[in-house]
Nanobody
Framework: QVQLVESGGGLVQPGGSLRLSCAAS????????MGWYRQAPGKQRELVAS???????NYADSVKGRFTIARDNAKNTVYLQMNSLKPEDTAVYYC????????WGQGTQVTVSS
């Protein structure tokens, strides 16, 4: 069974930065594309960034140039560096495979507010 554990969220002021981490177990991590998703209150969950097994990346237009996704296959971990955060980035952030597996982790709350 795949297990995903997200961490690194918190409260940050607009313009600030956070680095999220996701430890994955139970899958052959290095063969899969991984993604960071987020869900804001009252909205559908959306994919914000993905990284393929070879290292190429894709970003949603709303985060392009501000967020960077990376992976460490030796540690079965995927990261999301978030810079120049805006209030509209406030959401629960999740990692999963891309496309996602049925099982989701608890997510980590990111709140951008002054």
């Amino acid at each position: 069974q795949v297990q995903l554990v997200e961490s690194g969220g918190g409260l940050v002021q607009p313009g600030g930065s956070l680095r999220l981490s996701c430890a994955a177990s139970g899958s052959i991590f290095r063969f899969y594309a991984m993604g960071w998703y987020r869900q804001a209150p009252g909205k559908q969950r959306e994919l914000v960034a993905s990284i393929f097994s070879g290292g190429s990346t894709n970003y949603a237009d709303s985060v392009k140039g501000r967020f960077t996704i990376a992976r460490d296959n030796a540690k079965n971990t995927v990261y999301l560096q978030m810079n120049s955060l805006k209030p509209e980035d406030t959401a629960v952030y999740y990692c999963n495979h891309s496309p996602p597996f049925p099982s989701w982790g608890q997510g980590t709350q990111v709140t951008v507010s002054s």
